[in-house]
T-cell receptor
Framework: DGGITQSPKYLFRKEGQNVTLSCEQN?????MYWYRQDPGQGLRLIYYSQIVNDFQKGDIAEGYSVSREKKESFPLTVTSAQKNPTAFYLCASSIFGNPNEKLFFGSGTQLSVL | AQSVTQPDIHITVSEGASLELRCNYSYGATPYLFWYVQSPGQGLQLLLK??????LVQGIKGFEAEFKRSQSSFNLRKPSVHWSDAAEYFCAVYQDTDKLIFGTGTRLQVFP
């Protein structure tokens, strides 16, 4: 079945550590997105990519980095510069440039600080 | 910039009662509007969408939404709520055709 796979489901970060969240899709979608979800704040866009080897900052990119070396993969690194990383992270994909197309979401990664 | 407001953080209804979740948007042109639902610890699932045509849109699970340009609203409705509808609901609008902007969400609790 086609879909988006996020791993791990739960992740713990130590002080000063970088961690990477995985997102893989087999839907042949061009566009991929990372959202951060905090209680009461809805989903906020971190980064998005419309094509391989290209990506743009969203509203809250500071302290995060991404890469898009393959169409299927869009990993997110939470760096030590992100001082409040505890949140639920959602990856999504869609057909680029067609706002009539819905986003497909992964099941999320809960990141917590030790 | 486009924005979405969901004024109700938390709504509680009895099973079998009707439901209306409010959504207001800020956008100059005809917006592309969506409602998504999220179960705890899961990703989001599309309920319905509007981008043109009939202002009353039917979605999955018995939900519908009405686009009212004069009120800048896209409220979600269901005539009879089931316990399985308990979840968080998000309204969203496309910004510049390449970014989906979400509201802050409304958590629905259903009492038997």
């Amino acid at each position: 079945d086609g879909g988006i796979t996020q791993s791990p489901k739960y992740l713990f970060r130590k002080e000063g550590q970088n961690v990477t969240l995985s997102c893989e899709q087999n839907l042949n979608h061009d566009a991929m997105y990372w959202y951060r979800q905090d209680p009461g704040q809805g989903l906020r866009l971190i980064y998005y990519s419309q094509i391989v080897n290209d990506f743009q900052k969203g509203d809250i990119a500071e302290g995060y980095s991404v890469s898009r070396e393959k169409k299927e993969s869009f990993p997110l690194t939470v760096t030590s510069a992100q001082k409040n990383p505890t949140a639920f992270y959602l990856c999504a994909s869609s057909i680029f440039g067609n706002p009539n197309e819905k986003l497909f979401f992964g099941s999320g990664t809960q990141l917590s600080v030790l | 910039a486009q924005s979405v407001t969901q004024p109700d953080i938390h709504i509680t209804v009895s099973e079998g009662a009707s439901l209306e979740l409010r959504c207001n948007y800020s956008y100059g042109a005809t917006p592309y509007l969506f409602w998504y639902v999220q179960s705890p610890g899961q990703g989001l699932q599309l309920l319905l969408k509007y981008f043109s045509g009939d202002t009353l849109v039917q979605g999955i699970k018995g939900f519908e939404a009405e686009f009212k340009r004069s009120q800048s609203s896209f409220n979600l409705r269901k005539p009879s709520v089931h316990w399985s509808d308990a979840a968080e609901y998000f309204c969203a609008v496309y910004q510049d055709t390449d970014k989906l902007i979400f509201g802050t969400g409304t958590r629905l609790q259903v009492f038997p």
